[in-house]
């Protein structure tokens, strides 16, 4: 696009290529072998030197030679590969054969080698990095240098990936474009930053549909079609189904969303069709934007053009691909905004709808009409039909201008994909192209996809599958707990003696690292701030056991799974092993590259033994299979060598499990974990390091620049001035959006190396990450039991009350002349992140300083840090039903203002749950913040339950017919055709099985059904998936109603015989009064119970083992813990006294303290019982 608006087109010549490794000293002639043989289709052939990190000893400088292969086409690339690979394949299963051979013979191969004809070569990277180790004797013996190649890389990096990356190119950059005798070429212009203004058209459309069936384009038409061109509003109407013309109107939800309609009322739908396409050409979009329209809008309107006699594709070059899923043109981009919803928003997946996204980010209530009565207002009241069709084009248009468009266009600046490819694609696979980039940059070859592992075996036992322990989440506490209601808090003495002690050495830290390397000296008020929090803790050290009021605090680690990567510079080239290392240049005697972290694996093995899984192999090798059922390959038997790899693992995987069902009366033991150890080396090439750094520093950017905006947003509101206000809140918008799309990508970072085919793949790096954020969260649980109350662990956080007087923030003012800025430092996350540094500072951290000499630089790393949300006005934590239980990543926090923050788990949030639960909680939540004590607000919150409870027991007496039908049916919309899914069994199946009956025709083989239906008390006994009833069976003729009803309920209907049975007399009102009070007892009965505060809903009985467990909780007289009744050790530091455990323990023989042998590890209870507190921890032995 050039600066004025305008397109054009321009042609790149660039030559796609792989790289093939060759055994040493065979590259020319691998080389030579390539130009013979594939003469005509390959344009170019070079070697290169790669740097490779599979390879041995390459950080002392080796480089692998690849032979860089370059072809004219794509076409002449896939051509070559295709037959390249079967023979590079074949190389490496024989080069495995001879590399076991030489392992037996290395040192007769050492010691006389060049007699004997040269070395056996090595299979994979790590013999071809032995440089000069073989002699012409050993070419001699090729016959073929076919056979010499022993790996292919990069062969399957997509073409316009490939030049993107190797030419620095970029969509979203200006460029200038010259063209010199049919040679292009492409200069990026950095001093223009301005985004360009491409032209963007929003659109949606309304189709026909039949009663209960989602739209079928076969049949089906579309009357409307509705657009936002550059702001400015179109609605195009089928006047062959739609009962009147439309005038212009104006629909603007909002000042800020502007939207006048210009309205064309066409004949047909040929017409709508025809004037839609031909605007299109006349305007040329060059970003078509949809809200699901990879799975309807297109499809649909591709379809009705061929039945129109036109063509999509030549209309507008867009065409779907049925197999991805995604509609293209070569022409435009079409950014399809739900998959940002769905990958980037960050919204719950209940509410992804376009109605509910628009609510959540647009901040507005859209039109909406059931999809059942579409069609009769098209017909019967055209201009509200008008209305709702252009109202989701608005709502489409806006949110991607808003929020999609400057995200995918800054991201498309740093990932080598077009705009289309950053939208749809998954964040891990964004994270991959991102380290492609870094890769080339630091002339690394990338290496191959992962494929599944062999074979794996754990102690005489095939292995079924094996991963990693992931991070903690448990729920702690059930109730409401409020900032202005008293709470009881036990705390522990030793805990505040522990922050005491270490208090300067707290302030100290956050000065040096949140002050930029601030000194005590530096700061004029420091002995004043040290008194306030030493008096404050005082207090609470010596009334450990108080009610106060409570302060609420999310205590969560800024991207906890990226910085422990940084801190640790962990990356999947950098685990290594023992082989690995031993072949290093700088493996020494004391060494400090190597640093070791404990991780858990998770596995799953079968019972049958090893020497059963051999005997089960070999007679499998000897049975006859069918042909295949394709045809190919013949008609008559297969034997075990004709099966394809995944067949004969399919086969032995069946014949295992039945085995060992027969025989040991299982197929897999109890999953085992065992803790084991990971090595990283810190000297290993950083590139993956620094891909993940760069992307974190430009979050942190996008953070700070929002934190501004939201600045200079509340300066605009008092100012008063409007246009000032509106640039302030777009550009708060802009960066929360920016910073939450870089926030899922960045963590994705993690999860990307375990992801199946991933090219940087590694297990051990991904327990490594999960198991050092555990044990954070579990250090920083441990502190909190001490000095508040934990309620909450997610994955990199904890939710906790401390009490009302615990020390907040504090304003740390310079001393005038010291150059610094004042520094407001929160005390609870000084605390924190001073006990995290002690945990996971990286001392061993490693820096390349010059790349010729390979010399290292070694420091201390530390990014891992605690940030302070809060404190809230109110959280609610509902409780399980069963005992000993308590439900995770399911809460309720508000603001002090009275606004939801954060609602996470309810049923209100998914899609697809009973409306009457979701009213219910939709109410309820607000009336947690009535009431000034428990007894009041669990009192409020009763009303609301009470009154839907009335609901149910006077059968609805003060709704409407389709009120109620509203609250209480349930509606799926069915994703396969009945006959798919066969005998199941389910309460939506049931219903469609008997819409099938009622409406006839193709119901059964048709997907898309709309099952909507209530629950009925009959068939007595029946189970509740066979009780299931269509609604639509009560809006039809009273004789085929009670036809039906009589052999759905088995019984006679009630009522006359001339009318339809009333509903509310089939409706099982026990079965939905069950389910209201099912979340009434974990929402409100059994919390209220947990606090000591009588049932507010004396209809919802408690479970039996509720009272148990209040009564023991509540007994003055319970047993306590054995470490309670002994007093504490006499008064000493504790910093010292850890310390001198740590140079006890690991010696040859002395006892410690504690009263350890000097062999002995200390367990974490250990730790954290010796001196009182974990929090003078300093040093000491490895925990494990």
Same mark, same amino acid.
């Given at each position: ?87 590079? /394949? ?74 993107? +990356? ?6 979203? *950059? ?123 809008? *297109? ?55 376009? /109605? ?58 740093? +990932? ?148 422990? =990567? ?23 005697? !004391? ?24 005997? =089960? ?22 034997? *075990? ?65 929002? /934190? ?13 001035? %409007?246009?000032?206000?509106?640039? #302030? ?84 003012? %310079? ?54 949300? !809060? ?96 609250? +209480? ?45 209530? +629950? ?69 009965? =059994? ?13 919802? #009985? ?83």
């Amino acid at each position: 696009m050039q600066q004025d608006g305008e397109t054009f087109k321009a042609q790149v010549r660039y030559a796609p290529y792989f790289l093939v490794a060759a055994k040493d000293g065979c590259e020319h002639d691998v080389e030579a072998f390539l130009t013979r043989r594939y003469e005509g289709k390959v344009a170019q052939v070079e070697l290169v030197q790669k740097e490779d990190l599979d390879l041995k000893n390459h950080l002392s400088g080796l480089k692998q030679t690849y032979v860089k292969v370059s072809f004219a086409t794509v076409q002449d690339l896939m051509d070559v590969r295709r037959e390249v690979m079967p023979m590079v /394949k074949k190389n490496q299963t024989r080069c495995e054969a001879a590399e076991a051979y030489e392992a037996l013979h290395q040192m007769e191969v050492m010691n006389g080698a060049d007699q004997g004809g040269g070395r056996a070569h090595h299979a994979g990277t790590e013999l071809r990095g032995n440089k000069g180790g073989g002699k012409p004797g050993g070419k001699r013996a090729i016959a073929n240098y076919g056979d010499a190649m022993i790996d292919i890389r990069e062969y399957d990096v997509p073409y316009h990936m490939r030049w993107l +990356i190797d030419t620095e190119t970029r969509c979203g *950059w200006w460029y200038d474009v010259k063209a010199n005798a049919g040679d292009v070429t492409l200069t990026h212009r950095p001093d223009l930053l301005a985004r360009g203004e491409v032209r963007v058209c929003a659109f949606d459309i309304e189709t026909t549909k039949l009663p209960l069936k989602f739209p079928d384009a076969e049949f089906d038409q579309v009357f409307m079609i509705s657009y936002m061109l550059d702001g400015q509003g179109y609605l195009i109407i089928n006047r062959d189904v739609v009962g009147a013309d439309v005038d212009n109107f104006e629909y603007s939800p909002k000042p800020e969303y502007p939207g006048d309609f210009i309205v064309w009322n066409e004949k047909d739908e040929a017409g709508l069709l025809r004037r839609w396409f031909d605007h299109m050409r006349e305007t040329r979009p060059c970003v078509y934007v949809t809200y699901n329209g990879d799975f309807f809008d *297109w499809p649909f309107v591709e379809t009705r053009a061929e039945k129109n006699g036109m063509s999509m594709y030549l209309e507008l070059g867009f065409k779907c691909d049925r197999k991805t899923g995604e509609c293209r043109s070569r022409s435009a981009l079409h950014l399809d905004a739900f998959a940002w919803v769905k990958r980037d928003s960050y919204l719950p997946a209940g509410s992804h709808g376009l /109605k509910a996204v628009t609510k959540a980010k647009l901040g507005y209530n859209p039109v909406e009409v059931d999809p059942e009565d579409m069609l009769p207002f098209a017909q019967e009241q055209p201009q509200t039909m008008a209305a709702y069709s252009v109202s989701d084009a608005v709502a489409t248009y806006y949110l991607y201008m808003t929020y999609v468009h400057p995200f995918i266009f800054s991201l498309a600046t740093i +990932i080598p994909m077009s705009p289309d490819e950053v939208l749809r694609k998954g964040s891990g696979t964004l994270c991959e192209a991102l380290l492609m980039v870094q890769a080339y940059r630091g002339n690394i070859v990338c290496p191959n996809k992962q494929q599944a592992a062999g074979e794996k075996h754990y102690k005489g036992h095939l292995l079924e599958s094996e991963t990693y322990i992931g991070g903690h989440v448990e729920a702690l506490e059930a109730g409401v707990f409020r900032a202005d209601i008293p709470t009881k808090f036990r705390m522990q003495p030793k805990g505040y003696q522990g922050l005491l002690d270490s208090l300067d050495d707290d302030l100290v830290y956050a000065l040096k690292t949140e002050g930029k390397g601030m000194e005590r000296e530096d700061v004029g008020n420091y002995d004043e701030v040290r008194a306030q929090i030493a008096a404050k803790l005082e207090s609470l050290r010596d009334n450990p056991v108080q009610m106060a009021n409570p302060l609420i605090y999310h205590l969560d680690v800024a991207a906890m799974y990226p910085n422990i =990567i940084l801190t640790n510079r962990l990356q999947p080239p950098a685990m290594v092993t023992e082989d690995v290392c031993a072949a290093c240049d700088y493996n020494r005697p !004391g060494k400090t590259c190597l640093r070791e972290m404990e991780w858990l694996w998770r596995g799953e093995h079968y019972a049958a033994t090893s020497s059963d899984y051999t005997a =089960i192999k070999a007679q499998l090798e000897a049975e006859k299979f069918p042909p295949r059922a394709d045809g190919f390959g013949g008609d008559g038997p297969r034997y *075990w060598a004709d099966l394809s790899h995944e067949e004969q693992a399919a086969a032995k995987k069946a014949r295992l499990k039945s085995y060992s069902q027969k025989v040991y009366k299982r197929v897999l033991d109890k999953p085992v974990t065992e803790s084991r150890i990971g090595g990283i080396c810190q000297r290993e090439n950083g590139f993956y390091v620094d891909t993940v750094m760069n992307f974190r520093d430009r979050r942190y950017e996008y953070k700070g620049l929002n /934190k501004k905006w939201k600045g200079k947003l509340g300066d605009a509101k008092k100012g008063g001035n %409007p246009i000032e206000v509106q640039q #302030a809140k777009d550009m708060v918008t802009l960066y929360d959006s920016l910073q939450l799309a870089h926030k899922c990508i960045l963590n994705s970072f993690y999860g990307y190396v375990m992801r199946r085919g991933a090219r940087w793949y590694s297990m051990e790096m991904a327990g490594v990450v999960t198991y050092t954020g555990a044990k954070i969260i579990q250090m920083a649980k441990r502190l909190v039991d001490d000095i508040g109350k934990p309620l909450e662990l997610d994955t990199d956080g904890i939710w906790c009350c401390l009490p009302g007087s615990f020390p907040e923030e504090f304003d740390l003012v %310079p001393k005038e002349g010291s150059g610094k800025k004042k520094l407001t430092i929160s005390y609870p996350c000084s605390v924190l992140n001073r006990l995290t540094a002690l945990q996971c500072t990286n001392d061993q951290y490693q820096t390349l300083m010059d790349p010729e000499k390979r010399t290292y630089k070694q420091s201390s790393e530390m990014s891992i840090e605690f940030e302070v949300d !809060g404190p809230y006005k109110a959280m609610i934590l509902p409780a399980s039903k069963e005992e000993g239980k308590l439900i995770k990543k399911r809460y309720a926090v508000f603001n002090f203002d009275g606004s939801l923050e954060e609602l996470k788990g309810f049923e209100v949030k998914r899609r697809g749950e009973l409306k009457l639960i979701k009213a219910f909680q939709e109410e309820v939540f607000e009336k947690f913040l009535d009431g000034d004590t428990l007894e009041g607000v669990y009192a409020s919150v009763g009303v609301v339950a009470n009154k839907w409870l009335d609901m149910l027991e006077t059968k609805g007496e003060h709704l409407t017919d389709e009120d109620l039908v509203d609250y +209480i049916s349930e509606a799926t919309t069915m994703s396969k055709s009945l006959e798919e899914y066969g005998d199941r069994k389910s309460c939506a199946t049931t219903c469609a099985r008997r819409l099938g009956a009622f409406i006839g025709g193709d119901v059964m083989t048709d997907k898309g059904l709309k099952a909507q239906y209530i +629950i009925t008390k009959k068939p007595a006994g029946a189970p509740t998936s066979q009780r299931a009833v269509p609604v639509i069976i009560f809006q039809t003729e009273a004789s085929v109603a009670r036809s039906f009803l009589k052999d759905w309920l088995k019984d006679h209907p009630p009522g006359e015989p001339d009318e339809v049975p009333d509903m509310r007399q089939l409706v099982d009102w026990d079965y939905y009064t069950t389910r209201l009070s099912s979340a009434i007892q974990k929402i409100i009965s =059994i919390p209220a119970a947990l606090q000591h505060v009588k049932n507010p809903c004396p209809r919802v #009985a408690h479970p039996d083992w509720l009272t148990k467990m209040v009564r023991e909780k509540d007994d003055t007289f319970k047993q306590r813990k054995v470490k309670d009744l002994f007093a504490a050790l006499a008064p000493k530091d504790v910093n010292a006294r850890l310390a001198e455990l740590g140079e006890k323990t690991p010696g040859g023989g002395g006892k410690t303290g504690g009263g350890c042998g000097g062999d002995d590890e200390l367990d974490m209870e250990d730790v954290g019982d010796r001196g009182g507190s974990l929090i003078g921890k300093t040093s000491g032995p490895r925990v494990r």
